[in-house]
């Protein structure tokens, strides 16, 4: 397969995963849940359908997710006080004490992921795929509309 921007970064992709997978070990969580436990911890108060969204799974996945991260203490759920059908997630204080020790896991697997470059070039490989999103954030062509490629 010729090497392209899309397959190279979705690659790296695959690959950050594979190594935050094999670090989360350590902190008694799986991969996905880490991506979930950071992402709550971005945006706290995010709903599950939300993280579902961002983490590119089914409703239920993280709703059974959720159970578990709750079960170890990690996760709440709090009443959305504008829809009662609806859960707001929250960190709690345990969490909060293991999203300091997993960030500063996490930098040391990106600190290795550009490891040989410089500081400049990290700064232009981050714009450049800054970039790349931006682009990739517009609103996505349906297939009535023509594309370039």
């Given at each position: ?21 094999a ?14 436990l ?6 706290p ?23 578990r ?54 700064q232009?490989?981050l ?7 931006a682009?990739l954030?517009?609103d ?5 509309e023509?594309?370039?490629?």
């Amino acid at each position: 397969m010729e090497a392209n921007v899309a397959y190279v970064s979705s690659d790296i992709g695959r690959l950050y995963r594979k190594r935050f997978a094999a670090a989360a070990k350590r902190f008694g969580v799986t991969g996905p849940q880490w991506r979930a436990l950071a992402t709550i911890n971005r945006t706290p108060g995010t709903t599950q359908q939300a993280l579902a969204s961002w983490l590119e799974v089914e409703a239920i996945t993280v709703a059974r997710m959720i159970d578990r991260l709750s079960k170890l203490d990690l996760v709440e759920r709090r009443d959305d006080p504008a829809d009662r059908r609806r859960w707001r997630l929250y960190l709690t204080p345990k969490a909060d004490e293991l999203m300091i020790g997993m960030a500063s896991c996490a930098s040391a697997v990106i600190d290795e992921s550009v490891a040989g470059l410089s500081a400049a070039e990290q700064q232009q490989l981050l714009a450049l795929l800054e970039r790349v999103r931006a682009n990739l954030t517009d609103d996505v062509p349906t297939e009535a509309e023509p594309t370039d490629g």
